[in-house]
């Protein structure tokens, strides 16, 4: 079975830290990465796709790595309001539709 | 933020008996999902749609049927709800399937007991 692995935390920071997430893939043909965020009892929105040569939004920096076959999401200068989950999701291209593996999340929570 | 409509949001449920959820988008997207999320197991995709009339199994299709008549309507059908069926559970949309940028709807919290 495909399998995306995330460290689930909690990540405690105080405002103003640098904190960075890793998610692991299985499947080397994996094809598309995003970032989405999830904050309590509401929907995952898309925070970032994340590209081979690597993207920058803002605060938050996302990596590829293909060989090591791991994503990672560095959030700088952390708000209160970066406080939610955040799924790493992988893209694989079998059958018809593709097929998205979502990560089960890691916890983040900014503290004053 | 998308077109996505899911009703009912709640919902409270006796054991043994059918439960309807209705997923509504207005963005004309080709691709609609049906998941579930439970702790311990993040989101777990239980069936897709591909265009009218034409659906497919996900991971967790057990005891799910789907149905998709309209491009704008994707029904999920518990035909005989179970307490291990308690989730909250999302629908999607994509334009181009999997392979691209997908977009939820608020969720539907479903109890069952």
């Known amino acids: 079975r495909k399998e995306v692995e995330q460290d689930p935390g909690p990540f405690n920071v105080p405002e103003g830290a640098t904190v960075a997430f890793n998610c692991t893939y299985s499947?080397?043909?994996?094809?598309?990465f995003f970032w989405y965020r999830q904050d309590c009892r509401k929907e995952p929105k898309l925070l970032m796709s994340v590209y081979s040569s690597g993207n920058e939004d803002g605060r938050f920096t996302a990596q590829l790595n293909r060989a090591s076959q791991y994503i990672s999401l560095l959030i700088r200068d952390s708000k209160l309001s970066d406080s939610a989950t955040y799924l790493c999701?992988?893209?694989?291209?079998?059958?018809?539709?593709?097929?998205?593996?979502f990560g089960k999340g890691t916890k983040l929570s900014v503290k004053p | 933020d998308a077109g996505i409509t899911q009703s009912p949001r709640h919902k409270v449920t006796e054991t043994g008996t059918p439960v309807t959820l209705r997923c509504h988008q207005t963005e004309n997207h080709r691709y609609m999902y049906w998941y579930r999320q439970d702790p311990g197991h993040g989101l777990r995709l239980i069936h897709y749609?591909?265009?009218?009339?034409?659906?497919d199994k996900g991971e967790v299709s057990d005891g799910y049927s789907v149905s998709r008549s309209k491009t704008e309507d994707f029904l999920l059908t518990l035909e005989s709800a179970t307490s291990s069926q308690t989730s909250v559970y999302f629908c999607a949309i994509s334009e181009e399937g999997g392979i691209n940028t997908i977009y939820f709807g608020e969720g539907s919290w479903l109890t069952v007991v």
């Open positions: 499947n080397s043909a994996s094809q598309s």
């Open positions: 749609s591909y265009g009218v009339k034409d659906t």
């Open positions: 999701v992988v893209a694989d291209y079998g059958g018809s539709q593709g097929n998205l593996i």
